[in-house]
């Protein structure tokens, strides 16, 4: 289950990169690939639900005289009830601008955005410290501001 983890991250921010690339290929692509993105992350969410407390090591650093370094993101009850509203709420938009985004902006960009947004939003709700929270709200701005 500790595997989980960084699927919330890694999923939005793996398809965000790949967006543009996608939208040259297809128009329908993006459109699927975002609600499929989303709706990963709503099951991913809803596995964690009875999940105990777990904390995930990015890159396996060790602490260094007691003081940890590197990333760390914990899940516990409050960080999964967030985790599951912040995903609905990312997918049921996502579903909505199927057809709201066709006659406003380039879909693989809003895609694109939208993907980072979720990253830095579900980053932001499991960072285990103040810098990777500062950084995940970051991108989640940014990108909520382009």
């Known amino acids: 289950m500790n595997e989980l983890v960084p699927l919330f991250v890694a999923i939005p921010l793996g398809l965000a990169f790949l967006m543009p ?4 290929l297809s128009r329908l692509l993006p459109d699927l690939l975002g609600n499929i993105a989303t709706l990963a992350l709503v099951a991913v969410s809803c596995a964690m639900i009875n999940s105990p407390m777990m904390v995930y090591k990015v890159g396996g650093w060790q602490p260094v005289n ?5 990333i760390y993101l914990v899940i516990d009850g409050l960080s999964v009830l967030l985790l599951l509203i912040v995903n609905v709420i990312g997918f049921v938009v996502s579903v909505y601008s199927i057809e709201y985004m066709r006659n406003y902006t380039d879909k693989p960009r809003f895609y694109t955005l939208f993907l980072l947004m979720m990253a830095g939003m579900n980053g932001a709700v499991i960072s285990g410290d103040m810098f990777n929270l500062y950084v995940f709200l970051e ?3 940014i990108a909520s501001y382009a």
């Open 21 to 24: 690339l996608v939208g040259r």
């Open 66 to 70: 007691g003081v940890p370094i590197g």
């Open 139 to 141: 991108v989640a701005a």
